[in-house]
């Protein structure tokens, strides 16, 4: 396999799916990191409410690191791992990859990401992550 190509997680199902469009490139055809930047939080959401059992807010990126450009119709996998739980706050790291068309035979990582949620309350104030069972 070349240095750039990676497979996807074995036995691991991804937290998300999603398929880039057109209104998401820029000029050139790439996609936006804004647009990416936005999934992968969605993606680590996921895990993080799931574990607080309710409501949370994202209170940090911790690192964000694009590794290959995202064309419009790559199918991206985001796979969501929490990391760390706080008192409070929930770590989840989140890696992407894409799967490139026509074939989409060719798997490239394109992000890795670290980002950390609070558990809020109805009042958006911060609450105890409570233990999981």
């Known amino acids: ?57 994202t209170v940090a990126v911790n690192s964000f ?3 290959q450009p995202v064309f419009v119709g790559d199918l991206l996998s985001f796979y969501a791992d929490v990391v760390k739980v706080g008192r409070t706050s929930i770590t989840v790291d989140v890696t992407v990859y894409a799967q490139r068309l026509p074939a989409r035979e060719e798997c490239v990582k394109v992000t890795e990401a670290v980002l950390t ?4 309350d109805s009042n958006r104030r911060p609450r105890v992550v409570l233990p999981q069972q």
């Open 1 to 57: 396999m070349p240095a750039d190509q990676a497979a996807l997680p074995a036995g691991k199902e991804p937290t998300l799916r999603v398929i880039p469009m057109p209104s998401d490139a820029s000029h050139t055809g790439d996609i936006f990191g804004g647009w990416i930047m936005a999934q992968v939080d969605l993606a680590g959401s996921i895990p993080a409410v799931r574990l607080a059992g309710g409501r949370v807010a």
């Open 117 to 120: 949620y609070v558990a809020v």
């Open 65 to 67: 690191v694009f590794r």
